[in-house]
Nanobody, 126 residues
C-alpha cells in the first residue's frame, strides 16, 4: 500500500509560480510512474503531467506544456510539479497519483492509477 501526501498549494497571482511536492511511502517508489491530475469545481478530473518509473519520460497535457514541469527524486521518494505563468483557469485541487510500472498511453489515464493523495488546493487569483 502506497501513501501519497501532497504539499505546496496555495494562493498565487496570475502569472506567478508555484511548486507542488508529493512524498510517497509504503512502496518501492522507483517502481511507480507518477502523475499529477487536477479537478476544478463542477469539472471532471483531468490529467496534468506524468513521469515514468523507468527512464523518467515525461508527458504533459496541452495546457501544461511549456508552463509546467514534472520531476522526481527517487532518493527522496518525491515527485514535484513546478508551475509557471499560472492562469485563473489553473485553479483546482491538484492530486498526486501512483501507477505501478505504467507507461504510455495508460500513464495519462486517471483510472490506471492505483494510489492517490488527498489533494492540495491551488488558487490563481488577483
Amino acid at each position: 500500500q502506497v501513501q501519497l501526501v501532497e504539499s505546496g498549494g496555495g494562493l498565487v497571482q496570475p502569472g506567478g509560480s508555484l511548486g507542488l511536492s508529493c512524498v510517497a511511502s509504503g512502496g518501492t517508489f522507483s517502481s511507480y510512474s507518477m502523475g499529477w491530475f487536477r479537478q476544478a469545481p463542477d469539472k471532471e478530473r483531468e490529467f496534468v503531467a506524468a513521469i515514468t518509473w523507468i527512464r523518467n519520460i515525461t508527458y504533459y497535457e496541452e495546457f501544461a506544456k511549456d508552463r509546467f514541469a514534472i520531476t522526481r527524486d527517487n532518493a527522496k521518494n518525491t515527485v514535484f510539479l513546478r508551475m509557471n505563468s499560472l492562469r485563473p483557469e489553473d485553479t483546482a485541487v491538484y492530486y498526486c497519483a501512483a501507477a505501478y510500472q505504467t507507461t504510455f498511453p495508460k500513464i495519462v489515464v486517471h483510472n490506471e492509477y492505483h494510489y492517490w493523495g488527498q489533494g492540495t488546493q491551488v488558487t490563481v487569483s488577483s
